[in-house]
């Protein structure tokens, strides 16, 4: 029987953490800013975008969510991004993804300032990430919360055998390049990789992240017993239900160490999306944090 990873539990202990860092800042007369654009109704977006805006308003954060429909043009939405950029009230945008298909989400990711990017998605970033640059960037923050998460359940990975599933640069690039630089030998598998050799990496697979959309990819049946498995996946069944991409049923008397879906990556992921953007408003406006202030 696997012990749970609780993210709920997690995830409020970071917020208040955030919370203190967001009075602080308020008393240097700074309130962090983070501007949501959403474009079309993706329902996975839907619900970020609804968690997102109640912990915001808790923690102190000042959000604003900007909506617009499917058809929206891209210059439109570049015309935004600029706006934003130069609102100083603003420290961190983020657009959700996916964005419609007319839209080059590329360009949309190069437009947001570097030093306002919350999702790190920026090549910027992402070059800064995978080239292990020490100093103070935006990371991702569904890979940043899981090594939070990691950290907090005493799961070191130095020396492990870690296996992503799913390579977006979302989740799953960017959980690769955090993994390897805290040393553990990683797989990065996807679509293309055969379901044989995905079954032999993940029975060999100490630590097992899944971001792929796939519910039920991961079954008990592909685990080493013992491992730790980090669910990413949100999927809405047919009964309304929201289910993972693990298997739960199957995969938890196998693992060592296992998070719900809910309640397991998606609050860390709101969580330190705070956390990110109160960093941000710090970096903006010169208030030092203290060192290792998000400590939890
Ligand atoms: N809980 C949270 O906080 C968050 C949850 N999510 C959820 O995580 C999931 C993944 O999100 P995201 O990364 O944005 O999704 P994307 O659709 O951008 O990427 C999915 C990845 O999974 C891979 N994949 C798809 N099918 C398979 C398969 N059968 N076998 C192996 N790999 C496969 C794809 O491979 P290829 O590259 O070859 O196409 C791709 O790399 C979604 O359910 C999303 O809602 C996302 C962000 C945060
Ligand atoms: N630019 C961008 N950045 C993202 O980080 C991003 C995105 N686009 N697009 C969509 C995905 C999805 N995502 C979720 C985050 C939290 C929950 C979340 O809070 N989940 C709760 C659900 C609780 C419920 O409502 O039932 C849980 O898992 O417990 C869900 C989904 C972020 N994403």
Do not use: C
Request: proline content about 5%; glycine content about 10%.
């Amino acid at each position: 029987m696997a012990k749970l990873i609780d993210g709920k539990a997690i995830a409020k202990a970071l917020r208040a953490s955030v919370t203190e860092q967001a009075t602080r800042l308020s008393e240097a007369g700074v309130v962090p800013g983070l501007a949501v654009i959403l474009v079309g109704d993706d329902p996975a977006s839907e619900i970020y975008v609804r968690n997102k805006e109640r912990a915001a308003s808790k923690a102190g954060v000042n959000a604003q969510t900007i909506r617009y429909d499917a058809e929206t043009a891209e210059e439109t939405l570049l015309a935004k991004i600029a706006e934003l950029n130069a609102d100083t009230s603003v420290d961190a945008i983020l657009v959700q993804s996916p964005v419609p298909g007319h839209i080059d989400e590329h360009k949309i990711q190069e437009a947001i300032s570097p030093a306002k990017d919350v999702d790190g998605f920026h090549p910027e970033n992402i070059g800064r990430l995978y080239a292990n640059r020490e100093g103070y960037y935006p990371i991702a923050n569904t890979p940043r919360g899981i090594m939070t998460m990691l950290a907090h359940e005493g799961v070191k990975l130095a020396g492990k055998n870690v296996v992503i599933i799913g390579r977006s640069i979302l989740v799953g690039r960017p959980m690769f390049a955090l993994a390897q630089a805290a040393d553990a030998t990683v797989s990065l598998l996807h679509r293309y990789t055969p379901d044989n050799l995905r079954h032999e990496l993940l029975q060999q697979a100490d630590v097992v992240i899944v971001a792929t959309g796939v519910a039920g990819l991961v079954t008990g049946a592909d685990l080493k017993a013992g491992a730790t498995v980090i669910d990413v996946g949100i999927n809405r069944m047919a009964d309304g239900s929201l289910v993972g991409d693990v298997d739960f049923a199957s995969a938890e008397p196998v693992a060592g160490l296992i998070t719900p879906v809910p309640g397991g990556v998606g609050p860390m992921t709101i969580a330190t999306l705070l956390q990110t953007t109160a960093e941000l408003a710090a970096l903006h406006h010169g208030v030092t944090l203290e060192a290792g202030w998000q400590t939890i």
